[in-house]
């Protein structure tokens, strides 16, 4: 048993000594050929950093300059000023764009902004004006998508339709609008109002003053009927019509201004007002 321990012990030595060995030539190899290759190419790309960092910390100057570009009239380059200023802190290069376009985008009126760099310390801004295609209620404005972008307008375009619906049917009531609105134009007449009540009701105004009452329910047949068969009788006899009301079945009836009239082909009306 002792001699075999001698001997394990003797074999254990002897492969370290072996493994030490056949490590000399790799540690020289690294010393002599291979680690100063190394360490060179890590000295140069260290370097090349401290020289990039040098020439951002070189070229980020804090932004002085601003230049406003884009076709607008309701907006000031004041209010674009304003909100750029907050801005001014941060170096050209490190200026965050999109959080600057995102403020710009909170101006009244603004619809979109863009923004980019403009060499060597300032940006340029370009800024697109929301069109305001309809009145919401008395004081909003809705854009050429329906959108309600300002509430409470303190100049209100007079000549602009209007649009009135609870709160939050703003889309739906905007929807009817551009939809209805190309339809009566090719028969000659210009929609001036959409109003939709609390119970779900839809009437149409037209330029002339005649009322277009479509009730709840059928809605864009009843809008296809106006069209189809009482708009003749509106574009004949406009001043004495008051109102059309297709809330029927089939048919409809109108309201005179002069004495009454019975209307032809009318039935008696829906109870879904």
Partial sequence: MMGTRKRNRRKAGGEQLDLLGRLQPLVASLTNGGLRPA??????MLGIGVMAW??????????????????????????????????????????????????????????R?????????????????????ARWGESGLMNTRGELFLKEAR??????????????????????????????????????????D??????????????VRLGRQDVPARLE??????????????AEVSYVDLRYSNGFSVGWNAPARVARDAEEPRSDG
């Fill in 113 to 133: 902004a863009r923004v980019e760099r403009k060499w060597p310390n300032g940006v340029r801004v370009f800024i697109t004006e929301h069109v305001a295609a």
């Fill in 39 to 44: 360490l060179g190419v890590l000295a140069l």
């Fill in 155 to 196: 100049h209100i375009p007079q000549e602009l339709p209007q649009l009135i619906g609870p709160s939050g049917t703003e889309a739906q009531v905007a929807k009817l609008y551009l939809e209805s609105y190309p339809r009566l134009l090719g028969v000659g007449m210009r929609l001036s109002k959409v109003e939709l």
């Fill in 54 to 111: 040098g020439l951002m910390v070189s070229f980020d100057r804090p932004i002085g300059k601003v230049e406003v570009g884009g076709q607008f009239q309701r907006v000031t380059p004041l209010q674009v000023e304003e909100v750029v200023a907050q801005f001014r802190g941060s170096g050209f290069l490190s200026v965050d764009l999109a959080a600057l376009r995102t403020s710009l985008e909170t101006i009244p009126w603004v619809d």
């Fill in 225 to 238: 009927r106006f069209i189809a068969v009482a708009s003749p009788v509106v574009a004949a006899r406009a």
């Fill in 198 to 211: 609390a119970r779900g009701a839809w009437q149409l105004t037209l330029g002339n003053g005649v009322m």
